[in-house]
Nanobody, 116 residues
């Protein structure tokens, strides 16, 4: 089993910044990719950004140029630097790990609220 713990959410004014962190723990798993997804009220969960074990990144068009995903020196950590936040970025943000066996694990989520 893999456990994911997110942190860093909160309330911020439009134009502000937040940094989300996620730590993955567990035994006997090998990570293929880590990423962030979000779900706004009344909407489906959507991809925000992913990063593979090789460092390849992928971003949703809506966050390109504003958000940056990165991994820690210890490879079980992933971060999401969010700049120039907009009210439409308000959502619960979920950390995701996809193992080399293509199994997905999810954190419980952290709430990001951007006020206008």
């Amino acid at each position: 089993q893999v456990q994911l713990v997110e942190s860093g959410g909160g309330l911020v004014q439009a134009g502000g910044s937040l940094r989300l962190s996620c730590v993955a723990s567990g035994t006997s798993f090998s990570i293929n990719a880590m990423g962030w997804y979000r779900q706004a009220p009344g909407k489906q969960r959507e991809l925000v950004a992913t990063i593979t074990s090789g460092g390849t990144t992928n971003y949703a068009d809506s966050v390109k140029g504003r958000f940056t995903i990165s991994r820690g020196n210890v490879m079980n950590r992933v971060y999401l630097q969010m700049n120039s936040l907009l009210p439409e970025d308000t959502a619960v943000y979920y950390c995701n790990v996809r193992t080399r066996g293509l199994v997905d694990y999810w954190g419980k989520g952290t709430l990001v609220t951007v006020s206008s």
